[in-house]
Every structure is written in structure tokens, then in C-alpha cells.
């Protein structure tokens, strides 16, 4: 199975990359854009058919090394 | 308008970020992970109420700054 898993920073969490993205598109002219923030997106493969098996597995990579859940929040979807 | 856009490598283009991961997720007993690609994913507002114009500024963004085109694709959302 394929997942494909966003890990973003929680709300309320400062984002130092997305201001500094903001402010290098404001001074490119893109005035109008505004309250950016900047996230991981992962796609990876795992051997597996069961699919309650695989999310668990996902998961608990998740919670183990992709995501620092103090200050990060994640998502995925599992795809055949 | 909210923008989600993703940036990834072009497929071909060597991931390192996407092998230590693999192999960090190998040395803790995911064994059955493969394939890891990391990527960019970012969220925005754009203050324009006319979708196509919306629209054609994120490109632009994803263009000039956001994505590296000779390495990388992206591709963008846009939910009001």
C-alpha cells in the first residue's frame, strides 16, 4: 500500500520558515499573500495487504520518528 | 482564497532526505517501509476573490519562488 502523510506544525506554533516565505513573496510583489505555513509531505511504500495493519504501522511512524508530536500534527490516507 | 500546494522531486531525482529516512525507519523495525519521497507542503492565503486570477498567482509563487522546476513539481489546490 502507498501513503501519503502530512505533517504540519500545530496551530499557534510560530512558523520562522513559512514568515520567511511570506516575506520573500511580498518583496517578489505578491502582496496579497499572506499567513503562510510550511509543512512536510511524505509518500512512502509498506509491503503490506491488510490495511488496518498497514495504518496501524504508518501510524506508529508517525508517532515515531515523522512527526514531532509536541509541536506537529499528522495526517495521512493509505492508497492500494 | 486558501491555497494547499505540494512540491516534490521529479520522479528520477535522487531523495536523500526520503533514505535516511527509509533507513531510519528500517533501524527501528520498519521493515516493510520502501520507496520514502519527501516533499514541501504549504498553505496560504491569497486575498483575491476571482479564482482564475488566484489562481495564476500561485503559479506564479510556485514558479519564482516556492518549487525549483528543474528538480521539483508542484501542484496547488485553491478552496475559498
Chains 1, 2 share one sequence.
Not at 514568515?19 to 510583489?29: F, Q, V, Y
Not at 515515531?64 to 495526517?75: G, Q
Request: proline share 1%; hydrophobic share 35%.
Amino acid at each position: 500500500m502507498k501513503a501519503k502523510i502530512h505533517v504540519t506544525l500545530k496551530q499557534g506554533i510560530l512558523d520562522p520558515q513559512g514568515k520567511a516565505i511570506e516575506h520573500a513573496l511580498e518583496s517578489l510583489g505578491f502582496k496579497n499573500a499572506g499567513n503562510v505555513r510550511v509543512g512536510k509531505y511524505m509518500e512512502l511504500d509498506v509491503q503490506e495487504q491488510d490495511r488496518a495493519k498497514a495504518e496501524s504501522q504508518v501510524k506508529q511512524m508517525c508517532e515515531t520518528l515523522l512527526a514531532n508530536t509536541v509541536i506537529e500534527e499528522y495526517r495521512y490516507e493509505l492508497t492500494s
